[in-house]
């Protein structure tokens, strides 16, 4: 990891955390480029495709993918919160600011930054299901099959990833690391960012 992009305080406190980069900035532009052509196959030509971005953690992919479809989208956004110990989400999953514009009759692609258990997933196809769409489809940059608990389809999948905790490009640990242009794995030590035992109260995405 580029030591000098991580926040000085945060990278004495994590000095135990060993950090690997798995995805380098170049490899994310390249399968972003082809996520968004398979979308563009999948998709007629003229349909307007509304993108939901989980905050915070798909904000980057997000935009990156918006601009790689190279055709109009309407975007707009969702946040939730999952109730977990930190590093992994126990599938109680909270709204906490809903979408500003109406779903029905519209083609909606829910845009993910990582699916894990799949509890966040399932929780917003039902919701946004709920709403009408015409059509709705995922995409999630990363997946952690091997976590999953709770189905939920991914229809298009950046990388296919181990089951490691993940910072980077939009990802965090305790809000920290979302700016790093690459994915790293953190091997974390049993303490939040602020020196804390890691709590059970809700986490925002
Ligand atoms: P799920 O509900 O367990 O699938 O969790 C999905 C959410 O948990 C993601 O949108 C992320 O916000 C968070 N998450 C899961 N795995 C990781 C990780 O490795 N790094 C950072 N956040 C993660
Ligand atoms: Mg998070």
């Not at 993918?65 to 190279?70: I, T």
């Not at 990363?142 to 490009?169: C, E, I, Q, W």
């Amino acid at each position: 990891m580029v030591e000098s992009r991580v926040p000085f305080w945060y990278h004495r406190r994590m000095s135990e955390a060993s950090h690997t980069v798995l995805l380098t900035a170049d490899e994310i532009a390249a399968r972003v480029a082809g996520v968004a052509a398979e979308i563009r196959r999948d998709y007629p030509e003229d349909t307007a495709l509304h993108l939901v971005a989980v905050l915070t953690g798909g904000c980057i992919f997000l935009a990156d993918l918006a601009r790689a479809l190279d055709r109009p989208v309407t975007i707009d956004f969702v946040a939730v919160s999952s109730y977990g110990a930190g590093t992994r989400s126990t599938g109680h999953v909270r709204l906490r600011h809903d979408l500003r514009l109406p779903v029905e009759n519209r083609d909606v692609l829910i845009v993910e930054d990582i699916i894990d258990t799949g509890a966040t997933l399932a929780w917003l196809l039902e919701h946004l299901g709920r709403g009408r769409p015409r059509s709705l489809r995922t995409v999630a940059l990363l997946d952690k099959p091997s976590g999953r608990t709770v189905d939920a389809p991914v229809d298009y999948v950046g990388f296919t990833m181990p089951n490691r905790f993940v910072v980077g490009y939009g990802l965090d640990h305790d809000e920290q690391l979302r700016h790093l242009p690459y994915i790293a794995s953190l091997e974390l030590p049993a303490v939040t960012a602020s020196g804390e035992p890691e709590q059970e109260t809700g986490q925002p995405h």
